[in-house]
């Protein structure tokens, strides 16, 4: 099987699973009654497990439903050939146009966009739609041209879009209409996995955060600036020290009052927390020596909050 960028996160993530609770792939193979060399194979995106072995390697894993759900859902889009995840945009219009029954031919008729633009929209990762397309289809689809908007990733609405909304619609929501034409929504922060980083090359991070997010994180009451990212990754991969996982909430700036702590990228391709202090620049460690860091960094983007789940004993 070819290997997209799909079937290699879902791989990813189940490898992450597997370090995380420090469980050995002859394990798992031995659970799945399949060779050490096919569970490699699919950890590495080359193959994917079906259904049932999914189940079986979530309850080795002890994940909770959520993760559980997550995989499932990457399976059955692999499984109809996908290969990348859906943008929050692309799964809004898949929603909204099934739930009203409309082919991409009836949705076309109705909106006046060619078809071949409307598969765009739920099948290209980075599709966005213009102010005049979004205005065409969300009658048609029951929200707002701003919701679908929001959705693709535009960030705040200029005063011009509000206007042009306005005229168009009539009076907007309160949320969407404020004095600064600023759309407002709950607090929430695009969601990537450390390997998303991997294509990073340092340069416009919020930009290339909505293009690869396909999850949200709820910021809550987080006292965080706008524009913030959280980043999901193991314990491993970033040599803090401790098995477990790691939540990171980073930004492309670092505000006043916050620790010298940032996310980097080594010349070798290794991630890595580095912490400056007054003895230096060193890479951070839970456990273990808090070694100097000799390595050339590629980029380095600040850490404003930091969340560590360590593996409890006997997970």
Known sequence: MTITPLKAKFGKLIRDYLRNAEIRQNDLAAKLKVSGSAVSQMLHGKIVPNQQQLAVICELLQLDRTRSFELQSMLSCIRTGAENMRSPFNQ??????????????????????????????????????TLDEASRLAPILGCTPAALLQSAGVG??????????????????????????????????????LIDLESFDGKSFPDFAQRRAAKVFELSGRD??????????????????VPGSVLLIVAAERPAGFRNLDLCRNTEGKFLLQETRRAGVKEFRLAGTRKPNASDILWKLPVLEMVIRPTRVGE
Not at 92 to 120: D, K, W, Y
């Open 92 to 129: 809004n219009m898949f929603t909204l146009r099934c739930q009203r029954g409309l082919s991409f031919q009836q949705l076309a008729n109705l909106s006046g966009i060619p078809a071949s633009h409307l598969e765009v929209f739920e099948t290209c990762f980075e599709a966005v739609p």
């Open 156 to 193: 705040g609405l200029s005063s011009d879009v509000i206007e042009k909304l306005r005229e168009n619609f009539g009076e907007l929501e309160d949320e969407v209409g404020e004095p600064l034409g600023v759309y407002q929504t709950e607090r929430q922060a695009p969601l990537l996995d």
């Open 224 to 241: 965080l600036p706008d524009g913030v990212v959280a980043i999901n990754a193991s314990g491993r991969d970033l040599a803090i020290g």
